[in-house]
């Protein structure tokens, strides 16, 4: 343990699983008191993100449990692959209250705590498809996008109060998220491994170690990022 996030208190939403799950430990290796939401799985509190006044609950139950708040990483993703003509508008809605809309509110519920700690972090998730389309993907891709450039005004709003926000963009991460893609279209992991000069998908613990960094004060000069962590992968797109 490097203790670089002694002190911290942290919310982690989709800490039940892959990437959330390897973030909520990894920061607590670091030495930081983590808060833990998903919708099922070994956490602090299991919730809906979607749901009507989620992230009020979240951010008091987190302050109840922890004393004080001050960085967030909303890990609670959803993402299919669907045509655009098979995109429901029920589907596509979902997609971004999920990816985008819970993050927006869980950021703005917590900005006062925030704010007020002088040194706040956000790390928001992103993905590589925040750079890029692809096909199956316009919904998910929409939001992704949007969570970019919703960091980076987060970034220029939140800055003179000392908070820094930043967006960590995956490439092709082994997760349950994508495990049932990848066991499908078996051409589809291969594709993603060969396109990462480091031939390999990614490994949750090779994005939290980012996010972790992120939090850290050696990131302190840091805000507005968005910092692709994909084996490299981007350099051929
Ligand atoms: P994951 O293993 O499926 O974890 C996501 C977690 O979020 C799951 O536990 C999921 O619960 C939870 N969740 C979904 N909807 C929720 C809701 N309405 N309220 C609360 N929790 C909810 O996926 P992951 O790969 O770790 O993804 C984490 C983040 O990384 C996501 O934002 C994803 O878009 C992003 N990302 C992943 C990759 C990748 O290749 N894996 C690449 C780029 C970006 P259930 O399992 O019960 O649905």
Known sequence: MSGRLHGRRAIVTGAGSGIGAAVAKRLAAD???????????????VADVT????SEALVGAAVDAMGGLDTLVPCAGISAFAPLEGH???YFRQVLEVNLVAVFRLVR????????????????????TSSFGDEGLCAYSASKHAILGFTKSAAAELGPHGVTVNCVQPGAIDTPM???????????RTFWENKAPLRRLGRAGDIADVVAFLCSDDARFMSGHGLWVDGGAMVRH
Not at 31 to 45: C, I, M, P
Not at 178 to 188: D, G, H, K, R, S
């Open 178 to 188: 994508t495990a049932p893609a990848f066991e499908q279209m078996p051409e589809y």
């Open 51 to 54: 749901a009507d006044g989620a």
């Open 31 to 45: 030495g930081a008191r983590v808060f833990t939401s998903d919708l099922q799985g070994e956490v602090d509190q």
């Open 88 to 90: 429901s508008d029920a």
């Open 109 to 128: 519920d917590a900005a006062p705590l925030l704010k007020a700690a002088g040194n706040g972090r956000v790390v928001t998730i992103g993905s590589t």
